[in-house]
Protein backbone atom coordinates (compact mmCIF):
# COMPACT_ATOMS: atom_id res chain seq x y z
CA UNK A 1 0.00 0.00 0.00
CA UNK A 2 1.25 3.49 -1.03
CA UNK A 3 1.83 5.67 2.29
CA UNK A 4 3.26 9.31 1.60
CA UNK A 5 4.74 11.27 4.62
CA UNK A 6 5.62 15.24 4.92
CA UNK A 7 7.66 17.05 7.02
CA UNK A 8 7.42 19.33 8.63
CA UNK A 9 3.99 19.27 9.10
CA UNK A 10 3.97 22.45 10.37
CA UNK A 11 6.77 25.74 8.86
CA UNK A 12 7.04 29.21 10.06
CA UNK A 13 9.42 31.27 7.95
CA UNK A 14 10.28 34.76 7.90
CA UNK A 15 9.98 36.83 4.70
CA UNK A 16 13.03 36.57 2.81
CA UNK A 17 14.19 33.38 3.94
CA UNK A 18 14.32 29.95 2.19
CA UNK A 19 13.77 26.44 2.78
CA UNK A 20 12.54 23.38 2.12
CA UNK A 21 9.61 20.80 2.21
CA UNK A 22 9.86 16.87 2.24
CA UNK A 23 7.85 14.46 0.99
CA UNK A 24 8.14 10.74 1.12
CA UNK A 25 6.99 7.28 -0.80
CA UNK A 26 7.08 4.20 0.29
CA UNK A 27 6.52 2.15 -2.81
CA UNK A 28 7.66 2.62 -6.76
CA UNK A 29 5.34 5.67 -8.21
CA UNK A 30 5.37 7.14 -11.42
CA UNK A 31 4.27 10.39 -10.91
CA UNK A 32 4.61 13.04 -8.33
CA UNK A 33 2.10 15.80 -7.22
CA UNK A 34 2.02 19.04 -5.40
CA UNK A 35 -0.97 21.29 -4.30
CA UNK A 36 -1.60 24.44 -2.61
CA UNK A 37 -5.03 25.08 -0.40
CA UNK A 38 -5.69 28.40 0.99
CA UNK A 39 -7.77 28.52 3.93
CA UNK A 40 -11.23 27.56 3.18
CA UNK A 41 -10.49 27.26 -0.64
CA UNK A 42 -9.53 24.16 -2.98
CA UNK A 43 -6.35 22.34 -4.30
CA UNK A 44 -4.69 24.09 -6.48
CA UNK A 45 -2.17 22.18 -9.02
CA UNK A 46 1.01 23.40 -8.40
CA UNK A 47 3.68 20.98 -10.04
CA UNK A 48 3.63 17.46 -11.98
CA UNK A 49 6.89 14.83 -11.63
CA UNK A 50 6.58 12.58 -13.81
CA UNK A 51 10.69 11.49 -13.89
CA UNK A 52 13.65 10.79 -11.88
CA UNK A 53 15.56 13.94 -11.69
CA UNK A 54 12.65 16.02 -12.54
CA UNK A 55 12.76 19.73 -11.54
CA UNK A 56 10.16 22.24 -12.02
CA UNK A 57 10.40 25.90 -11.26
CA UNK A 58 7.28 28.47 -10.89
CA UNK A 59 7.92 31.99 -8.89
CA UNK A 60 9.77 30.97 -5.89
CA UNK A 61 8.63 27.61 -5.23
CA UNK A 62 10.78 24.38 -7.20
CA UNK A 63 9.95 20.96 -6.84
CA UNK A 64 12.02 18.03 -7.84
CA UNK A 65 12.03 14.07 -7.64
CA UNK A 66 14.52 11.52 -6.58
CA UNK A 67 12.69 8.12 -7.43
CA UNK A 68 15.50 5.86 -6.29
CA UNK A 69 15.21 7.46 -2.87
CA UNK A 70 11.70 8.30 -3.32
CA UNK A 71 12.19 11.49 -2.14
CA UNK A 72 10.48 14.73 -3.38
CA UNK A 73 11.04 18.46 -2.68
CA UNK A 74 9.39 21.73 -2.58
CA UNK A 75 11.86 24.63 -1.97
CA UNK A 76 11.14 27.88 -1.40
CA UNK A 77 13.43 30.66 -2.28
CA UNK A 78 12.87 33.77 -0.57
CA UNK A 79 9.67 33.47 1.09
CA UNK A 80 6.87 36.09 0.70
CA UNK A 81 3.32 36.31 2.74
CA UNK A 82 1.33 35.14 -0.40
CA UNK A 83 2.89 32.11 -0.42
CA UNK A 84 1.23 31.20 3.55
CA UNK A 85 -0.90 28.44 2.89
CA UNK A 86 -1.52 24.51 3.10
CA UNK A 87 0.94 22.59 0.38
CA UNK A 88 0.31 19.15 0.01
CA UNK A 89 2.52 16.14 -1.99
CA UNK A 90 0.25 13.38 -3.44
CA UNK A 91 2.30 10.44 -5.26
CA UNK A 92 -0.12 8.03 -7.93
CA UNK A 93 -0.16 4.44 -7.91
CA UNK A 94 2.31 3.10 -10.45
CA UNK A 95 -0.52 0.87 -12.72
CA UNK A 96 -3.01 -1.53 -12.30
CA UNK A 97 -6.79 -1.08 -11.49
CA UNK A 98 -5.79 1.81 -8.96
CA UNK A 99 -3.61 4.06 -11.89
CA UNK A 100 -5.87 7.47 -11.23
CA UNK A 101 -6.01 7.15 -7.48
CA UNK A 102 -3.49 9.61 -5.53
CA UNK A 103 -2.34 9.26 -1.98
CA UNK A 104 -1.65 12.15 -0.21
CA UNK A 105 0.35 13.62 2.38
CA UNK A 106 -0.48 15.10 5.78
CA UNK A 107 0.03 18.74 4.55
CA UNK A 108 2.49 21.43 5.21
CA UNK A 109 1.06 24.41 6.72
CA UNK A 110 3.34 27.51 5.82
CA UNK A 111 2.92 30.65 7.78
CA UNK A 112 4.81 33.20 6.93
CA UNK A 113 5.75 36.33 9.02
CA UNK A 114 6.58 39.77 8.13
CA UNK B 1 -12.48 27.47 -19.43
CA UNK B 2 -14.92 26.11 -16.91
CA UNK B 3 -13.35 24.00 -13.82
CA UNK B 4 -14.37 21.47 -12.07
CA UNK B 5 -18.34 22.37 -10.11
CA UNK B 6 -19.65 20.89 -7.17
CA UNK B 7 -23.10 21.67 -5.68
CA UNK B 8 -23.94 22.11 -2.79
CA UNK B 9 -21.23 24.19 -1.54
CA UNK B 10 -22.57 23.37 2.14
CA UNK B 11 -25.09 20.50 3.47
CA UNK B 12 -25.77 20.24 6.96
CA UNK B 13 -28.39 17.08 7.96
CA UNK B 14 -28.96 15.35 10.66
CA UNK B 15 -27.88 11.86 11.17
CA UNK B 16 -29.71 9.28 9.68
CA UNK B 17 -30.35 11.27 6.21
CA UNK B 18 -29.93 10.35 3.13
CA UNK B 19 -27.51 12.75 0.90
CA UNK B 20 -26.52 13.28 -2.62
CA UNK B 21 -23.38 15.08 -3.74
CA UNK B 22 -23.15 16.46 -7.03
CA UNK B 23 -19.92 16.91 -8.98
CA UNK B 24 -19.65 18.55 -12.95
CA UNK B 25 -16.25 17.06 -14.08
CA UNK B 26 -14.16 19.48 -16.84
CA UNK B 27 -15.41 18.90 -20.18
CA UNK B 28 -13.47 16.39 -22.15
CA UNK B 29 -11.97 14.97 -19.02
CA UNK B 30 -12.47 10.84 -19.45
CA UNK B 31 -11.44 10.59 -15.90
CA UNK B 32 -13.36 11.56 -12.60
CA UNK B 33 -12.66 11.49 -8.63
CA UNK B 34 -14.26 11.71 -5.23
CA UNK B 35 -11.72 12.42 -2.69
CA UNK B 36 -12.43 13.36 1.26
CA UNK B 37 -11.04 15.95 3.21
CA UNK B 38 -11.20 15.99 7.38
CA UNK B 39 -9.22 16.86 10.21
CA UNK B 40 -8.64 13.75 11.48
CA UNK B 41 -7.90 11.73 8.21
CA UNK B 42 -6.79 14.17 6.08
CA UNK B 43 -7.17 13.85 2.02
CA UNK B 44 -8.70 10.47 1.49
CA UNK B 45 -9.61 8.66 -2.24
CA UNK B 46 -12.58 7.37 -2.57
CA UNK B 47 -13.65 6.52 -5.46
CA UNK B 48 -12.15 6.22 -9.61
CA UNK B 49 -14.14 6.31 -12.91
CA UNK B 50 -12.16 6.06 -15.85
CA UNK B 51 -14.20 6.04 -19.27
CA UNK B 52 -16.40 3.05 -19.64
CA UNK B 53 -14.54 0.61 -17.03
CA UNK B 54 -15.60 -0.53 -13.78
CA UNK B 55 -15.28 2.07 -11.21
CA UNK B 56 -12.21 1.85 -8.41
CA UNK B 57 -13.99 1.59 -5.21
CA UNK B 58 -11.32 0.80 -2.89
CA UNK B 59 -11.47 3.77 -1.22
CA UNK B 60 -15.91 3.99 0.25
CA UNK B 61 -15.47 3.77 3.60
CA UNK B 62 -18.75 1.28 3.82
CA UNK B 63 -21.81 0.55 2.20
CA UNK B 64 -23.13 3.59 3.08
CA UNK B 65 -21.17 5.13 0.32
CA UNK B 66 -21.98 5.02 -3.51
CA UNK B 67 -21.09 6.66 -6.34
CA UNK B 68 -22.56 6.83 -10.30
CA UNK B 69 -21.65 8.45 -13.01
CA UNK B 70 -24.17 9.25 -15.34
CA UNK B 71 -23.26 9.72 -19.32
CA UNK B 72 -19.64 9.67 -18.73
CA UNK B 73 -20.07 13.11 -17.78
CA UNK B 74 -21.56 14.63 -14.08
CA UNK B 75 -21.24 12.50 -10.71
CA UNK B 76 -23.03 11.98 -7.73
CA UNK B 77 -21.96 10.40 -4.50
CA UNK B 78 -24.64 8.99 -2.09
CA UNK B 79 -24.40 8.74 1.54
CA UNK B 80 -27.04 6.80 3.06
CA UNK B 81 -28.30 7.05 6.83
CA UNK B 82 -25.37 9.58 7.53
CA UNK B 83 -23.21 9.49 10.59
CA UNK B 84 -21.46 12.16 12.52
CA UNK B 85 -18.33 10.70 11.26
CA UNK B 86 -19.33 11.26 7.73
CA UNK B 87 -18.86 15.33 8.78
CA UNK B 88 -15.93 16.43 6.17
CA UNK B 89 -15.27 18.55 2.89
CA UNK B 90 -16.07 16.30 -0.07
CA UNK B 91 -13.67 16.97 -2.99
CA UNK B 92 -14.60 16.06 -6.93
CA UNK B 93 -11.74 15.78 -9.31
CA UNK B 94 -11.19 15.33 -12.53
CA UNK B 95 -8.43 14.44 -15.54
CA UNK B 96 -7.81 13.86 -19.24
CA UNK B 97 -5.36 10.16 -18.70
CA UNK B 98 -3.23 11.14 -21.78
CA UNK B 99 -2.38 14.88 -23.01
CA UNK B 100 -0.35 14.69 -26.42
CA UNK B 101 1.18 10.99 -25.58
CA UNK B 102 2.19 12.48 -21.91
CA UNK B 103 0.53 10.68 -18.78
CA UNK B 104 0.19 13.59 -16.96
CA UNK B 105 -3.13 12.59 -15.23
CA UNK B 106 -3.42 16.07 -13.37
CA UNK B 107 -5.74 16.27 -11.56
CA UNK B 108 -8.31 19.51 -11.20
CA UNK B 109 -10.30 19.90 -7.95
CA UNK B 110 -13.56 21.76 -7.71
CA UNK B 111 -14.51 23.97 -4.81
CA UNK B 112 -15.66 20.74 -2.70
CA UNK B 113 -19.19 19.97 -0.72
CA UNK B 114 -18.92 20.78 2.91
CA UNK B 115 -21.02 18.04 4.68
CA UNK B 116 -22.10 18.31 8.08
CA UNK B 117 -24.37 15.73 10.25
CA UNK B 118 -25.64 17.03 13.40
Known amino acids: ELKVEQNPLFLSMQEGKNYTIYCNYS?????LYWYRQDPGKSLESLFV?????AVKQEGRLMASLDTKARLSTLHITAAVHDLSATYFC??????????????FGQGTILTVHP | GAGVSQSPSNKVTEKGKDVELRCDPISGHTALYWYRQSLGQGLEFLIY????????KSGLPSDRFSAERTGGSVSTLTIQRTQQEDSAVYLC????????????????FGPGTRLTVL
Open chain 1, 90 to 103: AAANAGGTSYGKLT
Open chain 1, 49 to 53: LLSNG
Open chain 2, 49 to 56: FQGNSAPD
Open chain 2, 93 to 108: ASSRIRTSGVDYNEQF
Open chain 1, 27 to 31: TTSDR
